[in-house]
């Protein structure tokens, strides 16, 4: 009888283990190779928008892919930037624009700085910035990119400057030094300026009147606090003026 029992019971394990086994099969099948994370990823993922850059012998603009803006959502300006490295080919152009002191050029689309809010506006063109070719090799591709932005967070203007900024024809070396970006990217906001306090203006006001219905004295005007000054000035200058010879002297004796 014990043995009977104890082949039940490992035959109903083997069901439960066999159910259990099937169930977890159907849901790693329906994640589709997912982890748990990648959803919450796409889901407050970032809006990028590519950062183009142009350097020509001739100076006429072509722009080219040097990376991508990365926009994320919510209300606060976050940004991040990733780029690509100058090819072999890109290395020597660079060097030949810096020395005919030709620009180093960036443009960015015009758009928010939100991810969440790119639909509320259609891209109205770009921004663009420049420095000189010759200080973008001499800083060994450091450069700080600011991006401007109104109080609704549309961008309105990008800048660019190298660090160091001026060209003093520092030999420079393609494979080590012009081959990656250092760039800090920055972002420029507006910032309100702080209102006048009118209620505290008001009371100061509303005290000071208080204060002259208590001291009727105080509203007198000029003439009616100094008006015995006045009047012995007059009189000083009347009797000044009466005692005053007559003008031309003594007249001729005949």
């Not at 639909?119 to 921004?127: K, M």
């Not at 420079?172 to 505290?200: K, R, Y």
Request: aromatic residues 8%; contains cysteine.
């Amino acid at each position: 009888m014990s043995v009977k029992m104890a082949r039940l019971l490992q035959f109903k394990i083997a069901v439960v283990s066999t159910v259990l086994f099937v169930v977890c099969t159907n849901l790693v099948c329906c994640n589709n190779g997912r982890r748990v994370g990648d959803a919450l990823d796409s889901e407050f993922g970032g809006f990028s928008v590519p950062l183009e850059h142009s350097f020509e012998v001739d100076d006429v603009a072509k722009f080219k892919v040097r990376g991508a803006l990365v926009l994320k959502a919510g209300r606060e300006h976050s940004v991040s930037l990733t780029q690509n490295q100058l090819s072999e080919e890109d290395r020597s152009k660079l060097k030949e624009v810096a020395a005919v002191d030709g620009l180093y050029r960036i443009r960015v689309p015009r758009v928010f700085l939100q991810a969440d809010r790119q639909t509320e506006r259609q891209v109205e063109g770009y921004l663009t910035a420049f420095v000189r070719a010759c200080a973008m090799v001499e800083s060994h591709l450091s450069d700080v990119i600011a991006l401007h932005s109104d109080v609704s967070g549309y961008l309105i203007g990008v800048s660019i400057v190298t660090l160091p900024g001026a060209c003093r024809g520092t030999e420079v070396e393609d494979e080590v030094d012009l081959e990656v970006f250092n760039t800090t990217l920055s972002i420029m906001a507006p910032v309100n300026a702080p209102g006048p306090e009118t209620a505290l203006f008001l009371e100061r006001m509303e005290q000071e009147t208080e204060k002259k219905g208590k001291n009727p004295q105080e509203q007198k005007s000029f003439f009616a606090k100094y008006w015995y000054l006045i009047l012995g000035g007059a009189i000083f200058l009347m009797a000044t003026n009466s005692a005053q010879p007559p003008a031309g002297g003594e007249g001729e004796q005949s």
